[in-house]
């Protein structure tokens, strides 16, 4: 993975969307800035006693439509652009799902899988405190993302809430739910993936029951996702995570059982495959559910998917996606198809400032309601500009926000 292609693949989706929107180059200017970004040093001290140094980032990409929004990561990879790439795809995405946010992102260039336990806390900690004057429940507001997890959003909230005074939990989502989160949050993002590979086998005139799967990434959302297929009706075939993939197995909770026992997805009886393999296997429904720039010119040509839902954010590259168009591939890009995530996020905000928590039910209801709603309107606005559903969801999110600041105006 590249990272100064996510923001070029987030720029050229940008580009496009402002073209097709007929918006003017000052519109272009304002969209295509991020409005606050800030790169922090995050000192850790090992368990050893060493102290080691980390480049850390926050970037507020928006705040026109409300307080900005985003993950935190903890991966390697992650740097400057590829987190404003980021941050800009959760602006669109909160526009398209008319939740009333900007959109942000953050991290730590870190693997996760190195750290203990407790060098997790700190670190996670010494970054709340480093970021801590520009996030707040009235200004931005984290969730995790890959790397990150329930625990690391409980120990911001209580590094929030120290320095506050008193408790904070509005202050971050995907908490536990004892400290103020959401039922539904851990599966929402899997559970939208899964919505929206059904609405598209529905447009593709494709029964759901028994459809095939195959998932890249047996994570957050991959595993949630598969859940959700599974209890969808849809067969899940084969499963991928950073170290290769598996088809064969009978279903996904015996590949979880395997998971958790030995930390690793290959049950007895499963055939392996590599990465590549997986993204060209003759399926129904293919979600990339990992990193960025998982399908790519490289990658698409083999691609025999008839649907592609886009769990991860930003896993096509514009060539990839040129080629998926030619082929007629009906794409449900990230912005719409991995929303489940923020918008039970909005829930578990929305919660937190009323002091009262709704059912689980209600949450699945309510996400369903919203995500059915965005997924009808990209889908009629495809049909009438006779556009993909990314260039549909792409205007539909950036034409809202344009649309904000005209109406807010240039201060002073
Ligand atoms: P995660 O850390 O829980 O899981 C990532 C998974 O991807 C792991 O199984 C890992 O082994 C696998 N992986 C990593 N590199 C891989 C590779 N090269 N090939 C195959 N698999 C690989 O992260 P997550 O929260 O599930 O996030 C996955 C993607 O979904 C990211 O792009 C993230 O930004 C996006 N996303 C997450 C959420 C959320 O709520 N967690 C919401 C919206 C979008």
């Known amino acids: 993975m590249t990272t100064e292609s996510a923001l070029d693949t987030a720029l050229s989706q940008l580009k496009q969307a402002v073209s097709q929107l007929g918006l003017s180059e000052n519109?272009?200017?304002?969209?295509?800035t991020p409005r606050r970004v800030l790169e922090v040093a995050v000192p850790l001290r090992r368990d050893n006693g060493n102290v080691e140094m980390y480049r850390g980032y926050r970037v507020q990409y928006?705040?026109?439509r409300g307080p900005s929004k985003g993950g935190v990561r903890f991966h390697p990879d992650i740097d400057m652009n590829e987190t404003i790439a980021l941050a800009m795809l959760m602006t669109w995405k909160c526009a398209l799902t008319n939740l009333p946010y900007g959109g942000a992102k953050g991290g730590i260039a870190v693997d996760a899988g190195s750290l203990s336990l407790t060098e997790n806390e700190r670190l996670t900690r010494r970054y709340t405190s480093e970021i801590l004057p520009i996030i707040g429940p009235e200004r931005d507001i984290p969730a995790p993302d890959v790397g990150t997890d329930e625990r690391n959003m409980a120990w911001m909230m209580d590094t929030y809430s120290v320095n506050a005074g008193f408790s904070v939990p509005?202050?971050?989502t995907g908490k536990p739910i004892v400290l103020g989160g959401s039922l539904g949050r851990t599966s929402a993002t899997g559970d939208g993936v899964a919505i929206a590979a059904r609405e598209a086998l529905r447009v593709k005139g494709i029964d759901p029951h028994g459809a095939a799967v195959a998932i890249q990434g047996f994570g957050k959302v991959g595993y949630w996702g598969a859940v959700a297929c599974e209890q969808m009706g849809m067969k899940v075939v084969a499963v991928s995570d950073v170290h290769g993939g598996v088809t064969g197995f009978q279903s996904?909770?015996?590949?979880w059982s395997h998971f958790k026992e030995h930390g690793n997805i290959n049950v007895p009886g499963s055939e392996?495959?590599?990465n590549d393999e997986l993204l060209h296997l003759k399926v129904d429904v293919l979600i990339p559910a990992a990193l960025a720039d998982a399908i790519t010119e490289k990658s698409a040509p083999g691609i025999q998917a008839k649907i592609v839902v886009e769990g991860a954010n930003a896993p096509t590259t514009p060539e990839g996606d040129a080629i998926m168009k030619d082929k007629g591939i009906l794409v449900v890009p990230d912005i719409l198809a991995n929303a489940g995530g923020v918008i039970v996020?909005?829930?578990?905000?929305?919660?937190?400032?009323?002091?009262?928590?709704w059912s689980a039910e209600e949450v699945k209801q309510n996400l369903n309601d919203i995500l059915m709603k965005s997924v009808r309107e990209v889908e009629a606005m495809a049909d009438s500009k006779k556009v993909t559903w990314r260039e549909a969801a792409m205007m539909l999110g950036v034409g809202r926000v344009a649309e904000a600041h005209k109406l807010r105006g240039l201060y002073p």
Not at 27 to 32: K, N, R
Not at 252 to 255: E, Y
């Open 345 to 357: 996020s909005y829930f578990e905000w929305v919660q937190d400032k009323q002091n009262y928590f």
């Open 170 to 172: 509005g202050v971050v």
């Open 272 to 274: 392996k495959l590599t």
């Open 252 to 255: 996904i909770d015996q590949l």
């Open 62 to 64: 928006s705040t026109t």
């Open 27 to 32: 519109d272009w200017q304002t969209l295509s």
